[in-house]
């Protein structure tokens, strides 16, 4: 009976012992199921982090995509403002390479006050040579101009211009006096040499320039308008305006007023009597 009963005993321990670590396993299963779900949301997880790193090619695709775009239109915009700055240099360039230039004019004398202002009587004159105002115009002379171009700075140069004129003139009265047939016509040569200053005028008027100087005016022969006197060196006085031809930079035509005078009296060795002329000329010249 304590055999049985030892026995019994021992199977029952033994059942509770195979239980317990079939318990032990089931909870171990249960324990390792998770994992294959952690593992799957781990995959998950790196299936979504490839799609982000997806986008991130995509958004950095776009990104580098739109920089080049971008750095195309800057590339472009660059260009074209070097092509701007390529013109204005090579613009300059031709501007300063071409220093000398070659013309012809012709023009026609005016009768009347050259000075606007009234020295004598402290006055201004609202009729003469820069208002083309005069009692009259008359002869004509045509003229072969060359000049040359010392310095530029920008838009402003500084030239010597010579011009040999053949004139004529053929009038019963001077500025002066009235004259005799013999007297009153006459063809003569008028040489000068001008230092002039010049400027080209800025944005839409730039085909536009002007210019103005001071030298020495040499008459060979009598100047019937000039009469009584006879002084052949005076001083000179040139205004001009031109406008370029075209897209030409080399060909412009002008429109000069020229003056010769005794500077006051200064080269009449006669007397204080400012002796002068002025004419009006139309011309063109070329650049090379």
């Not at 897209?247 to 035509?253: K, L, P, S």
Request: one cysteine or more; a neutral charge.
């Amino acid at each position: 009976m304590f055999k049985a009963i030892s026995s019994f005993l021992v199977f029952a321990s033994c059942s509770c012992f195979v239980e317990v670590l079939c318990s032990g396993s089931v909870r171990a299963e249960e324990l390792r199921l998770p994992r294959p779900q952690l593992t799957s949301k781990y995959k998950s997880k790196a299936i979504k982090t490839s799609w982000q790193y997806s986008d991130d090619i995509q958004f950095y695709g776009n990104y580098s995509l739109a920089k080049s775009v971008i750095g195309s239109q800057f590339a472009g915009y660059r260009s074209l403002a070097s092509g701007h700055d390529g013109q204005a240099r090579a613009k300059g360039h031709l501007i300063s390479r071409n220093d000398e230039a070659l013309g012809g004019s012709l023009g026609v004398f005016h009768f009347g006050y050259y000075s606007i202002y009234d020295a004598e009587n402290s006055s201004w004159r609202s009729c003469n040579a820069w208002t083309l105002c005069g009692d009259k115009i008359f002869g004509f002379i045509g003229s072969f101009d060359y000049v040359k171009r010392f310095y530029r700075a920008s838009d402003i140069s500084f030239d010597l211009d010579v011009q040999i004129g053949l004139g004529y003139q053929s009038i019963s009265k001077s500025w002066y006096r009235s004259l005799d047939e013999s007297e009153g016509e006459n063809v003569f040569v008028l040489a000068s040499i001008v230092p002039m200053a010049r400027y080209r005028l800025p944005h839409h008027l730039d085909k536009f320039s002007i210019g103005a100087g001071v030298g020495a005016s040499l008459a060979l022969g009598r100047i019937p308008y000039e009469r009584p006197y006879n002084v052949p060196l005076m001083m000179a006085i040139n205004a001009e305006i031109a406008y370029q031809i075209g897209e030409d930079i080399g060909q412009e035509v002008y429109l000069s007023l020229r003056h010769r005078c005794a500077a006051f009296g200064i080269f009449n060795i006669v007397d204080d009597s400012q002796v002068g002329s002025q004419w009006y000329q139309i011309g063109f010249r070329k650049w090379f």
